[in-house]
């Protein structure tokens, strides 16, 4: 009788996790396996077929001086947007749970740019970047600055692009931060002001630890975001000049569809998926043993 209980109970798992395991497959499974079967051969045309190359795509990626610049270009995209985007986002939530007049209007407006699709929010900052006739050159110019080609130079492509990606996302983790300020019982800091601690150490010591888990989701979305990201690149900047802003998810589309090459568009692919893999298990191994649920 317990045996057959369990083989229920068992079957009932299963059913249930039945329609999430056939998306998964679907979706995630099988386009990863198929992926990387696709970056283990050759680019066919039609006078030489496809044939199995093992890993000679990985090797010319890192012989290819075009991935370095890529891959270096993301490491500073991902390190400017993730933080600096955190930090704007609990600020704006720590703002904005505040008591203080218009709080509703001040939530729609740190709110407002992440409900533009970024196609629109790259034209308005495109406006904004136009050398000479852009909002930024106006006001620069009162101060005698000359016009900048702010998309126009290997200097500052990137860094435009970055503020672009920073003023779309802090938005959006701010409803993360205020949705979990909001979880917080208001005790704890009546509690810390009786204990005689002030509002940093009310900040560091409470508020930070208990927020940690609305961090790692944050966190996580953003490294996702880094890497995701390139419909601000059409619009801007196109991966230029001379690929100083050019991002990997970008190039893995230019040798796709553009120079036709899905083997090595697949093989960087499986990089990608890769190290996200592996900051995902140093993740969970070193952060979530720090963080304290609720």
Same mark, same amino acid.
Do not use: C
């Given at each position: ?16 996790? /039945?329609?999430?395991?056939? !998306?998964?497959? %679907? ?12 970056? %283990? ?18 090797? *010319?990626?890192?012989?290819?001086? =075009?991935?370095? &610049? ?13 933080p600096v985007s955190i930090i704007f986002a609990l600020i704006m939530a !720590? ?25 629109? /929010?790259?034209? !308005? ?11 930024? *050159? ?26 672009? =990606? ?24 009546? /509690? ?13 010591r409470v508020l930070l630890p208990l927020l940690m888990p609305t961090t ?14 390139? *419909? ?28 036709? *090459? ?11 998926? !890769? ?15 720090? &963080?304290?649920?609720?």
């Amino acid at each position: 009788m317990i045996t057959l209980q369990k083989r229920r109970q068992a079957l009932y798992g299963w059913m249930l996790m /039945a329609p999430a395991l056939a !998306l998964l497959s %679907l979706f995630a499974f099988y386009p990863t396996i198929a992926t990387f079967f696709s970056s %283990l051969f050759s680019r066919g045309t039609t006078r030489h077929p496809s044939v199995f190359a093992g890993f000679e795509n990985y090797g *010319d990626l890192f012989a290819d001086p =075009t991935f370095w &610049t890529v891959a270096s270009n993301n490491l500073i995209y991902a390190g400017v947007t993730i933080p600096v985007s955190i930090i704007f986002a609990l600020i704006m939530a !720590l703002w904005a749970n505040a008591h203080i007049p218009a709080r509703s209007f001040i939530r729609s407006a740190y709110f407002t740019p992440t409900i533009l699709p970024m196609i629109a /929010a790259a034209n !308005l900052w495109l406006f904004f970047y136009t050398p000479d006739l852009g909002i930024i *050159d106006r006001i620069t110019g009162f101060f005698g600055a000359e016009p900048t080609n702010w998309l126009g130079q290997p200097e500052t492509a990137l860094a435009a692009v970055i503020i672009v =990606t920073i003023w779309k996302e802090a938005g959006f983790f701010m409803i993360f931060y205020l949705a979990a300020l909001q979880t917080i019982p208001p005790d704890l800091r009546e /509690a810390a002001r009786i204990e005689g601690a002030g509002r940093w150490t009310y900040t560091r010591r409470v508020l930070l630890p208990l927020l940690m888990p609305t961090t790692i989701f944050v966190f996580v979305n953003a490294l996702i975001n880094s890497v995701k990201l390139i *419909d601000h690149l059409f619009i801007l900047t196109k991966g230029g000049p001379n690929n100083a802003s050019k991002l990997i998810l970008y190039w893995i589309w230019e040798m796709a569809f553009a120079y036709f *090459d899905r083997p090595h568009a697949a093989a960087m692919t499986m990089m990608v998926l !890769l190290v996200l893999g592996i900051v995902a298990i140093a993740q969970f191994r070193l952060v979530e043993k720090r &963080t304290h649920y609720r």
